[in-house]
T-cell receptor, first 113, second 111 residues
Framework: DVKVTQSSRYLVKRTGEKVFLECVQD?????MFWYRQDPGLGLRLIYFSYDVKMKEKGDIPEGYSVSREKKERFSLILESASTNQTSMYLC????????????FGSGTRLTVV | DAKTTQPNSMESNEEEPVHLPCNHSTISGTDYIHWYRQLPSQGPEYVIH???SNVNNRMASLAIAEDRKSSTLILHRATLRDAAVYYCILSRETSGSRLTFGEGTQLTVNP
């Protein structure tokens, strides 16, 4: 069964900490994405990557960075966590092209205290 | 981004068919229509997608209007497990492979 795996289901971090959210896919997909989901705001795209070492800003990149050193792994980094980054974070991957669907991970519920 | 319009919520009874509508009047010729659903406490799940012709898979059917300005996701026999938020999304070349999710339709299935 093909998968997108997010390293943690629940995470609690302190304000100011550097936080790493890891995502691994086993489908050899070129594209990988990070979204956050908040009540009333839906899913919003933070960053995405079309290939190794490539990254593109999404709609809300402020306060985040990403790293893609290997094709299967896409990391989201919160440089200095703040309480307004408390959210559900969702990773997804897809093949290149419009005709391919996304496969999502189960999400990481991050709480910043 | 090309916008889609869906009802905020719909209700259905178990074992009955469900037709979830989506309007996308600004769709362009190369835009694909994607449907995803999200069950409570889970990530979104791909359901189906299409370009011009109607599409069927094991989960659902997608009926696309002739002018492509609207589409309908059809669940042939709703089950309680189908209760979810359903998203209709357009993917377009100018956006690359990125998908922009709207608010979707909350489907309630009554036993």
């Amino acid at each position: 069964d093909v998968k997108v795996t997010q390293s943690s289901r629940y995470l609690v971090k302190r304000t100011g900490e550097k936080v790493f959210l890891e995502c691994v896919q086993d489908m050899d997909h070129e594209n990988m994405f990070w979204y956050r989901q908040d009540p009333g705001l839906g899913l919003r795209l933070i960053y995405f990557s079309y290939d190794v070492k490539m990254k593109e800003k999404g709609d809300i990149p402020e306060g985040y960075s990403v790293s893609r050193e290997k094709k299967e792994r896409f990391s989201l980094i919160l440089e200095s966590a703040s309480t307004n980054q408390t959210s559900m974070y969702l990773c997804a991957s897809s093949n290149r092209g419009l005709a391919y669907g996304y496969t999502f991970g189960s999400g990481t519920r991050l709480t910043v205290v | 981004d090309a916008k889609t319009t869906q009802p905020n919520s719909m209700e259905s009874n178990e074992e009955e068919p469900v037709h979830l509508p989506c309007n996308h009047s600004t769709i362009s010729g190369t835009d694909y229509i994607h449907w995803y659903r999200q069950l409570p406490s889970q990530g979104p799940e791909y359901v189906i997608h299409g370009l011009t012709s109607n599409v069927n898979n094991r989960m659902a059917s997608l009926a696309i209007a002739e002018d492509r300005k609207s589409s309908t996701l059809i669940l042939h026999r709703a089950t309680l497990r189908d209760a979810a938020v359903y998203y209709c999304i357009l993917s377009r070349e100018t956006s690359g492979s990125r998908l922009t999710f709207g608010e979707g339709t909350q489907l309630t299935v009554n036993p």
